[in-house]
C-alpha cells in the first residue's frame, strides 16, 4: 500500500536583525504533485529508520496542542488553519526560551498501511551550487532530510482507539540535548511514555532467561540469539517494530513453553516496540570497556580462541586478529 497524503504545508522559521525567531506562513496548502510525494516518500522512510526515537502520549495538565489536534479532526479548523495556530504555539515556545531553532516547518496529515499520521518536522534549508542544462553554474537550495533533527509524529488511529496508550506520539531528540527535547515536549503538550532503549535490554534479559528456562545447550543458546538478532535486524531496515508474537514463532517452541507466553508471565515488554540498534550487539557478542580498554568479540568464541579465568580475572585470546598483531608487532 502506497503513501496518502491528506494534506501537507509548509512555513518558515527564520531569525530577524535583532536576533529574534520570526515566522512566515503559507496560506494555501500544497498540492500533492510528484515532487511532493517523492519528498514526503523520502521523509517517512528516514523517520521510520531513524533511531533513538522517544514515545509519549498527551500531558493531561496542558491541553494546548491536543484541542488543536481535535478541532483539526472535528473539521472546525482546516487543516491550514490548525498549521498556522500550531506554529504559532512553537514560535512562542521558542522565543520564551530565547533558542534560536530556524529553518522549513512541515505539517503533513497522511495514510500508511491503514493508519492515520499528523507528522510535524523542522527541516534545515541549505545552501549549495548545482551545474544547469547549460552547463552553467548557479546557487540553489535543498532540503536537509538526512540530518532531520526535529520531528514529531502523532499515530492519529492510535489515539482514537487506544487513547489510554503511551505510545501514540513518537519524536526524535533535539542536537542540542534535553533543552531542545524538552521545548518540543512543551510545543507538543506531550510527556515520554514508553521508553525503547528499556524496552531492548529487557528483551535480551529476556532472551537469556528464557534460553536457560528450556535448559539449552550452549550451542542451542547461541543459535536461538542468533536468530533474534537475525529477526531484530530485519525488522528495523524495513523500519518496522519488533512483534513479540512473530519473534516467539521465529524462535519456535516446545510442549511447554513459547517465547511470548514466557515473557507475558515474567516481563513488563510492550507486544509490539522499535528495537535500538545498540542494543542488538548484546544478542551476539560480548562487549566492555573502562581503564583504557575496549573489548568486543562473537560469543561463540568464548571456550574456543578465547579463555576466562575468574580466579585470576585473566582473558586470554590465541589468534590475535592480524590488523591488531601488526601494531603490536611493530611496537
Not at 532503549?197 to 547461541?222: F, I, N, W
Not at 516446545?254 to 535500538?276: C, G, M, N, T
Request: charged residues 25%; hydrophobic residues 40%; contains cysteine.
Amino acid at each position: 500500500m502506497s503513501l496518502v497524503i491528506e494534506h501537507i504545508i509548509v512555513h518558515s522559521l527564520f531569525g530577524d536583525e535583532q536576533g529574534r525567531v520570526q515566522l512566515a506562513t503559507r496560506e494555501q496548502e500544497l498540492s500533492a504533485n510528484p515532487a511532493v510525494q517523492q519528498l514526503m516518500a523520502e521523509l517517512h522512510h528516514i523517520y521510520n529508520t531513524k533511531a533513538g526515537k522517544v514515545f509519549g502520549y498527551f500531558n493531561e495538565e496542558e491541553t494546548g496542542f491536543r484541542d488543536l489536534v481535535r478541532r483539526m479532526q472535528d473539521q472546525s479548523l482546516t487543516f491550514a488553519g490548525f498549521s498556522h495556530l500550531a506554529a504559532e504555539r512553537l514560535l512562542a515556545e521558542l522565543n520564551r526560551l530565547e533558542m534560536s531553532e530556524q529553518g522549513v516547518l512541515l505539517f503533513v496529515r497522511y495514510q500508511w498501511l491503514g493508519a492515520d499520521y499528523l507528522l510535524i518536522a523542522l527541516l534545515d534549508n541549505k545552501d549549495s551550487v548545482t551545474v544547469t542544462e547549460k552547463l552553467e553554474v548557479s546557487q540553489a537550495s535543498y532540503l536537509d532530510l538526512g540530518k532531520m533533527q526535529l520531528a514529531a509524529r502523532l499515530d492519529l488511529t492510535e489515539l482514537q482507539t487506544r487513547s489510554e496508550s503511551r505510545r501514540y506520539f513518537s519524536f526524535i531528540k533535539g542536537r542540542a540535548g534535553r533543552k531542545v527535547s524538552d521545548f518540543f515536549l512543551n510545543f507538543l503538550s506531550c510527556v515520554e511514555g514508553m521508553d525503547p532503549k528499556a524496552q531492548s535490554q529487557g528483551l535480551l534479559k529476556a532472551v537469556d532467561e528464557y534460553c536457560e528456562a528450556r535448559q539449552l545447550s550452549g550451542e542451542e543458546k547461541l543459535a536461538s540469539k542468533a536468530q533474534v538478532h537475525k529477526y531484530c535486524r530485519e525488522q528495523l531496515n524495513q523500519g518496522e517494530e519488533l512483534e513479540l508474537r512473530e519473534l516467539s514463532a521465529e524462535l519456535g517452541t516446545d510442549d511447554d513453553l513459547d517465547f511470548y507466553q514466557f515473557v507475558s508471565e515474567e516481563y513488563q515488554l510492550e507486544d509490539k516496540f522499535p528495537v535500538e540498534r545498540s542494543a542488538l550487539k548484546g544478542l551476539t557478542k560480548f562487549v566492555g570497556s573502562g581503564g583504557g580498554l575496549t573489548i568486543s568479540f562473537e560469543q561463540k568464541l568464548l571456550g574456543e580462541r578465547i579463555q576466562y579465568d575468574a580466579a585470576t580475572d585473566t582473558l586470554t585470546i590465541k589468534g590475535v586478529p592480524p590488523n591488531l598483531k601488526s601494531q603490536l608487532v611493530g611496537k
